[in-house]
């Protein structure tokens, strides 16, 4: 008979629990038979003591197990899945859905809307007049296998334990912990099908994880889930001490994902998709090397067939494609104001989650599940971190619906900075974690 309050005790005393435990922790802890107070000592014991990579892969399992997981196995070919730690204004999962859907690597995206400065990818898709992600599970299916790519929006009941124990941990001071992160985001990858994954670590001022030592503790302890449950899976470690391309907003987005397809779209945000597209590619093996993948994905840019699966994919569920031409058909911003530099010098610092939250004053985020989103508003950014300004000349432009922006300048006024002296660009991709 096992007992709790042992387990406890044992990874309090740092041993490593078994297949068998770590089951009946997580088992107990969904239908409810252990309660919140023997397993928040059980978080606390881990935060202290960590946990093995044994142990961290049989909980990532003892999670995916916990509720329903969708089954891909009707679709052809190796499903890679991406997943970025959270930043700011991250339009990669556009772009890289057609770009390597492109390529014949297969998309099977469930996505969700979620609380955040701007929306969800399933809020910036319905930028585009019509399109919808209420499909049926089959139809999901066949759309991959037939353009290799779809999003559907979530439904089932996946990793409930994660669920559960997320919102424990939240009130426990025991989210910041290694083992307990990596698992709950494998758990949910997995759970949603992935044969392989792609993770995008965000490291800096506007990430989860501030400092690179923690980014690749973390990128590590994923990769390491990930190839333990036989899921191939790497991490690229990615900069967000400042948003990533110009555009934060769901419209504004949709619109820098069609440019960046175009082969039109900002540096940083085309060198991040052509990093995680390449190894999404090699990992649905579809080139030999890192090399011959990314070559084939600067080449469906070039060639137009990138921007045409794109249009395919909106069509196919009912979206109007004609935004891809046109993207002024998508919802407009009544009003338009430039933030304009209050003296000469190079900007030496953009506080993403602070502009971030500029953007979602304006209206393009949720701060509460039941805000509405306005899909025209937020920010386009004119510089970046080392690009030097002239007085006068222009930070940001603001996209708004509102006559009054004074709060959201003086946001952005203390949090882009200017040095009188030059300032070096930062480095966008810091590592790639393979094992
Ligand atoms: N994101 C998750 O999904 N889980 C965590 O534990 C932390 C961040
Ligand atoms: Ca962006």
């Known amino acids: 008979m096992m007992r709790m309050v042992d387990l406890i005790e044992k990874k309090r005393d740092g041993l490593e629990l078994t297949t068998d435990e770590i089951k009946y922790i997580i088992n107990g802890y969904t239908e409810g038979s252990i309660p919140d107070y023997q397993i928040s000592a059980f978080t606390m014991a881990i935060f202290f003591k960590g946990m093995t990579e044994k142990e ?13 997981q969708i089954n891909l196995s009707d679709i ?36 969700g809307r979620g609380l955040g400065h701007t929306g969800g990818t399933i809020d910036k898709l319905e930028a585009v007049k019509g399109f919808h992600v209420e499909i049926e599970n089959d139809e999901f299916i066949d759309l991959v296998n037939k353009n290799k790519i779809a999003v559907i929006g979530q439904s089932g009941n996946l990793t409930p334990a994660d669920k559960k124990l997320y919102a424990l941990r939240d009130v426990t001071a025991t989210v910041d912990s290694i083992p307990l992160i990596a698992s709950s985001i494998m758990s949910k990858k997995i759970a949603a099908g992935a044969d392989a994954i792609v993770l995008d670590v965000k490291t800096g001022a506007g990430a989860f994880m501030k400092t690179i030592d923690d980014s690749r503790e973390l990128a590590k302890a994923m990769v390491g889930i990930g190839n333990n449950v036989g899921r191939r899976t790497m991490a690229v470690i990615s900069d967000m001490s400042q948003p990533l391309g110009f555009a934060i907003g769901n419209a504004l987005e949709v619109k820098e994902a069609i440019d960046t397809l175009k082969g039109e779209g900002p540096e940083d945000l085309t060198e991040l998709c052509l990093t995680l597209g390449s190894h999404m590619v090699y990992l649905a093996e579809k080139a030999d090397s890192l090399a011959e993948a990314r070559t084939m994905l600067e080449n469906v840019i070039k060639d137009g067939s990138a921007l045409e699966k794109l249009k395919v994919f909106l069509s196919s569920q009912g979206g109007d494609a004609s935004i891809v031409d046109d993207p002024s058909k998508m919802p407009q911003a009544q009003y338009t104001f430039e933030l304009e530099a209050k003296e000469d010098g190079y900007v030496s610092e953009i506080v993403a989650d602070e502009v971030g939250t500029a953007a979602m004053i304006l209206g393009a985020g949720r701060a509460t599940k039941e805000s509405i989103i306005d899909l025209a508003v ?21 996209y ?7 709060s959201v300048k003086e946001k952005l006024y203390e949090n882009i900075k200017l040095s009188s002296t030059k300032v070096d660009a930062p480095i966008l991709i810091h590592e790639e974690i393979t094992e």
Request: hydrophobic content about 40%.
């Open 56 to 68: 961290r892969a049989d909980l990532t399992l003892a999670m995916v197990e916990s509720g329903d």
């Open 76 to 111: 052809e070919g190796i499903k890679v899945d991406k997943h970025s730690t959270g930043g700011v204004g991250d339009t990669t999962t556009l772009v890289l859905g057609p770009l390597v859907a492109a390529l014949d690597v297969p998309v099977a995206k469930m996505s």
């Open 378 to 398: 937020g920010l386009v950014l004119r510089k970046k971190i080392g690009d030097q300004v002239a007085k006068g000349e222009s930070l940001v432009t603001i």
């Open 400 to 406: 708004s619906n509102f006559e009054d922006v004074s």
